[in-house]
């Protein structure tokens, strides 16, 4: 269940939780080990490249986290937006180019 594994992932690493060092004193090794490695999955660089590979690498029945797939829609959405404002600029300039031309035209 990542969706829950990155939930408790940003719980203990908010800066209330990870700020108490005496609390972390007290935690044995193979959970810190543990973390580490829990930790190394949700670094964010490469649009989130090691959780994704985790992603693949387990056999359904699993949870994603959707966290993933809703920053691959928003940036899906701002690339197409991005497109059709090229494509109304392109539009825009080809008429006021045709518009140029025909008074020109008319103008002789």
Same mark, same amino acid.
């Given at each position: 269940n990542f969706q829950s594994l990155c939930a408790v992932y940003g719980a203990i690493t908010s800066s209330s939780i990870y700020s108490l060092e005496s609390a972390w004193l007290h935690v044995p090794d193979k959970h810190k080990h543990r973390f580490e490695e829990i930790k190394h999955y949700f670094? #964010?660089?490469?649009?989130?490249?090691n959780l994704r590979t985790l992603?693949?690498?387990?056999?359904?029945?699993?949870?994603?986290?959707t966290g993933i797939y809703l920053?691959?829609?928003?940036? #899906?959405?701002?690339?197409?937006k991005e497109k059709m404002l090229r494509e109304q600029m392109k539009a825009t300039n080809a008429s006021s180019q045709q518009s140029q031309h025909n008074n020109n035209n008319n103008s002789n």
């Open positions: 670094v #964010t660089a490469n649009n989130m490249a992603h693949k690498d387990r056999n359904p029945p699993m949870i994603p986290y920053q691959d829609l928003i940036q #899906t959405e701002e690339r197409f």
